[in-house]
């Protein structure tokens, strides 16, 4: 379920790390928490996030959720078929649902987040509580 | 937390479940927007179990009803419903009801799950002036809503009740699957469709048999999520969002349920002035021009000033626009009018717009 080769966040952000970039998304089980996705706020190319800045939010019929940089970089791209088809992040949330790409400040910065086996136990202790 | 009689099926079809003022209950299953699609092109099954149910009878009863509501209930004869309200003497809401004519002098009144209690009391209270016998059965019944336009071919064959001729806000007592039931031409979605009550204390065929019945109809189990964007789009009032003690039924543009011309009942002098010398505010539907949500408590400002906020408000997944229901002052209610509404720290343009949101095509 939860790729190997990612690192992820307790606010449920996940983060691909090639070379000097990274890509950026929301994990699976923050789409199934939210429900239908209709409406993704997007960042600007070229913004300079720090580590747990705000990027934007996702709002499903539910709820709206504010979706935190995993890591520190500049804005190369974001996925701008998210304006129409918002339902990608439901569809392929570790995919075609990808948020944005970021040139990384700190390369390394990644490896201090849980790799899918630690984050998989993280929802199961989550799922405890409820 | 309460369940109802028809929780394990619900576990069973997948249903997400929440706690819903004191019950546990399903706000999605397959997602609110295929939920809300399957209701208004095919079927759904909403489990309403949860609302309350309040038996009234005796030589006075037709006398007492019509003391404390502002629809006429001497026009319902055996066999029909009509939608009202509990008044307060200010002519606010202590809850919007369904009135059913059951016999001569027994009445079913069928109110909200967070008011069940409190308009028990109410209606308690207010019985002493009358002969009549109040009695809370909402644990004893269960309710089922199958809605959409394919809600009679799957309920048919599942019942001796001819169901073509019934019209809406009509009811008919008998069986369905096998269950002792009452089942009444009405709902909280804006399609044609029907509730079927039943105190049978195991009704599961009944959930059962109108699942397996619909599956080649598209019929999908629906859950508080998409019953909540359903009725908003038909304009369907939800006590604590867009009524409550503080708002009265002229504000909330309901005047077409109040009868003064019935006589006396609780508010109505408070009402007739009201309708006399106009409101000071009143409910309008707007829909947002800008991205995002209008949702519940968000600020709503005209010309920069807070003067209100947000009752209801969702995506409406017909429409695929962010609608939303508020009290505007008198002036600013206008179809076209424009106001903004604060998200999350961004103003958001919106505009009035008629209302219902949605309309289901004539037959």
Avoid at chain 1, 26 to 42: C, N
Avoid at chain 1, 79 to 108: F, R, S, V
Avoid at chain 2, 76 to 103: H, K, R, S
Avoid at chain 2, 290 to 312: K, N, T
């Amino acid at each position: 379920m939860y790729p190997g080769d990612y690192y992820y966040t307790k606010d449920h952000e996940w983060v691909q790390v090639k070379g000097q970039e990274a890509i950026v998304g929301i994990t699976d089980f923050a789409q199934k928490q939210l429900g239908d996705v209709v409406y993704v706020q997007l960042p600007e190319v070229g913004a300079k996030l720090a580590a747990h800045q705000s990027i934007g939010t996702v709002e499903s019929v539910k709820a709206v959720s504010d979706v935190f940089s995993p890591v520190s970089g500049e804005v190369s791209a974001v996925n701008a078929e998210l304006a129409n088809a918002p339902e990608l992040l439901n569809q392929d949330p570790h995919g075609k649902g990808w948020i944005m790409k970021l040139k990384l400040t700190a390369p390394k910065e990644a490896e201090t987040l849980m790799k899918a086996g630690d984050y998989e136990r993280f929802l199961e202790g989550l799922d405890k509580q409820t | 937390m309460k369940r109802t009689r028809f929780y394990p099926y619900q576990q069973k079809l997948g249903g997400r479940m929440i706690e819903f003022f004191g019950w546990e209950m399903p706000v999605e299953y397959s997602g609110i927007i295929s939920e809300h699609m399957a209701v208004r092109q095919k079927a759904g099954l909403f489990d309403v179990s949860h609302m309350g149910e309040i038996h009234v009878r005796g030589p006075q009863t037709l006398d007492f009803l019509q003391h404390l509501t502002p629809n006429d209930v001497s026009k319902l004869t055996p066999g029909q419903a009509q939608y009202t309200a509990l008044t307060t003497p200010q002519g606010t809401f202590v809850d919007d009801m369904l009135i059913y004519c059951l016999e001569p002098g027994f009445y079913l009144l069928v109110v909200n799950a967070s008011n069940s209690d409190k308009d028990f009391r109410w209606v308690a209270d207010h019985a002493s002036r009358f002969q009549v016998k109040v009695e809370n059965l909402s644990e004893a019944y269960s309710q089922l809503a199958l809605q959409g336009p394919a809600a009679e071919k799957i309920l048919q064959p599942l019942t001796e009740i001819p169901l073509a001729d019934m019209k809406s806000f009509h009811t008919a007592q008998g069986r369905v699957a096998g269950i002792d039931s009452l089942v009444s031409r009405t709902g909280y979605t804006g399609e044609d469709g029907f509730e079927v009550y039943s105190r049978d204390p195991s009704p599961g065929r009944l959930w059962e048999a109108i699942v397996e019945r619909g599956k080649s109809y598209g019929l999908l189990p629906i859950g508080l999520g998409a019953r909540d964007t359903l009725r908003l789009e038909a304009k369907l009032m939800l006590y604590g969002n867009d009524i409550d003690e503080t708002t009265t039924m002229l504000e909330a543009d309901l005047k077409w349920v109040i009868k003064f011309k019935k006589g006396d009942f609780l508010g109505r002098d408070v009402l007739l002035k009201q309708s006399e010398e106009g409101v000071g505010r009143k409910i309008v539907g707007f829909e947002l021009l800008d991205r995002g949500i209008a949702r519940p408590h968000y600020p709503v400002l005209v010309g920069g000033e807070q003067v209100s906020q947000v009752c209801s408000g969702t995506f409406s997944p017909f429409l695929k626009k962010s609608i939303g229901l508020v009290y505007l002052p008198i002036g600013q209610t206008e179809i076209g009018t424009e106001f903004e509404v604060g998200l999350r720290g961004q103003k958001a343009k919106a505009r009035v717009v008629p209302t219902p949101f949605y309309k289901r095509p004539a037959a």
